[in-house]
């Protein structure tokens, strides 16, 4: 399955599809630092710039309208991080412009005599709370309504049959998918009106909420290997593990502060010392008795990108940081990959959940529970994980060598501990014992 990456930033979809043998046709990227981190991976692959120019290059036949289209508009917007104008923000815009890509794709498509795309979308879940009804605006336009949908607070996960689309939204989390990395994000698969995205986004399963909150609490660490995927089929009789802080790996002692890490943000770079980070100590190491924060390396790992694939000559550790930072969690996307390596025919949900809005143009269920009862005691899973929950091991991604510039001086240490006291601030104890010990 060929596809085209809209705000193709260092390409995740690439790292993560290639493998299941999709193939990129064409990237759009206008930053600078990402757009030499795809020229140096990806040398045959063009990369052309600036979205807003891409309906018309599609229409006129200069490029390929391929079989997907996917890619994550800018999450400034809709952000606890930016300003949250959702679309009174020009970032916020290009989600419309999204839209006119996807159209001109098919369009193409259907006059050259092939099917519609598939639309992979990606962006923080903020965007489902957005006053500007961005997300609203987003599905209406995108399922082919003829009016937009009204201005609500959106469920974590839903589906959408429209006349131009069927389209399906889940939140999902990468601690559940082997990264020890908390990071929710929107995933929005749309399809044509033959296929049913459930069939793509969400799983059947047999076990109830009940039973999979246990399943959740009691999964195992793991090196990323099939052996210890905890699945919803198993026997439900696993201990539960109890996690460790210290590890001595290489002659180094390394402790850290939290199981998993919060959200790496891309900001990371350069305000590491000035946000929750740097008081629950998340994003912080420390390594014989000293304390730093994440190398570039570090983050590339706890986003399943190769070993230094930000890493080139002449670049500065503040534009890996936002690159990587920015990017999509490649265990993630590889789920839904997978996923639509085995789409099924509609299966008619309708006829088994009750809509929470219809007319005759479309149908729309909202999900306000992880586990939605089916028939013959079946459940479909729209939580934040898939049904084969996995988790990262935090000391996978450690490195053993850091440079020394990583490491928080005693003039960091008190500035961190200056305004934990001046704003009353709670810090994790043991990286303020760390910090007072410098």
């Known amino acids: ?17 290639t493998p299941l043998g999709f193939e990129a046709s064409w990237f759009s990227e206008i930053a600078d630092f990402p757009s030499r981190v795809l020229k140096h991976h990806y040398p045959d692959i063009p990369n052309h710039g ?78 489902l709370k957005d006053k500007t009804n961005a997300f609203g605006i987003f599905i209406s336009e995108l399922a082919g309504l003829d009016e937009e949908l009204p201005s609500r607070k959106w469920s974590l996960s839903g589906v959408l049959y429209g006349k131009n689309r069927n389209l399906a939204w889940r939140v999902l989390d990468a601690k559940y998918f082997g990264l020890p990395q908390q990071r929710r994000r929107l995933f929005l698969i749309a ?21 999979f909150s246990y399943k959740k609490n009691t999964y195992i660490e793991s090196n990323n290997n099939k052996e210890n995927e905890l ?41 590491w ?15 014989n008795d000293k304390v730093r924060r994440l190398t570039p390396l570090e983050c590339e ?30 265990p993630v996307v590889r789920w839904i990959g997978n996923q639509i390596n085995r789409i099924k025919k509609n299966s008619n949900m309708g006829d088994i959940i009750t809509p929470t809005i ?8 909202l999900f306000d529970n992880d586990f939605i009862p089916l028939n013959f005691d079946h459940y479909l899973n729209v939580s934040l994980t898939s049904n084969n929950i996995l988790k990262g091991n935090i000391f996978n991604i450690v490195q053993n060598t850091p440079q020394e510039k990583f490491y928080i ?30």
């Open 358 to 365: 219809q007319n005759k143009n479309f149908k729309l269920f």
């Open 409 to 438: 001086s005693s003039k960091g240490s008190d500035g961190i501990l200056r305004r934990k006291n001046e704003r009353n601030i709670k810090m994790n104890e043991r990286l303020e014992y760390f910090f007072k010990k410098k």
């Open 50 to 127: 600036d979205m807003n120019d891409l309906p018309d290059l599609i229409e006129s036949g200069v490029i390929e309208a391929p079989e997907m289209l996917c890619g994550g508009t800018p999450c400034q917007a809709f952000s606890l991080a930016g300003w949250k104008q959702g679309l009174n923000d020009t970032r916020g815009q290009l989600t419309l412009k999204f839209i006119e890509i996807a159209d001109a794709i098919d369009k193409k498509r259907k006059s050259n005599g092939k099917g519609e795309s598939i639309v992979l979308w990606e962006n923080v879940e903020g965007v």
């Open 273 to 287: 010392n000035g946000n929750a980070a740097a008081y629950n100590g998340s994003l912080y190491i420390a390594q």
């Open 191 to 211: 399809t044509n009106t033959n296929i049913d995205p459930k069939s793509i986004l969400f799983e059947q399963t047999k076990y109830s909420e009940e039973l």
């Open 301 to 330: 790992r706890l986003m399943g990108f190769p070993d230094g694939y930000t890493s080139s000559p002449n670049n500065r550790d503040t534009n890996r940081y936002q690159a990587v930072g920015n990017s999509w969690a490649i």
């Open 231 to 271: 699945s919803l089929f198993s026997s439900c009789d696993n201990d539960k593990i109890e996690f460790s802080n210290i590890q001595y790996i290489d002659s180094n002692k390394f402790e850290v502060f939290r199981e998993y890490t919060d959200c790496l943000y891309t900001a990371y770079g350069t305000k």
């Open 1 to 17: 399955m060929k596809f085209g990456s809209v705000c193709s930033g260092i390409e995740a979809a690439s790292v993560a599809l």
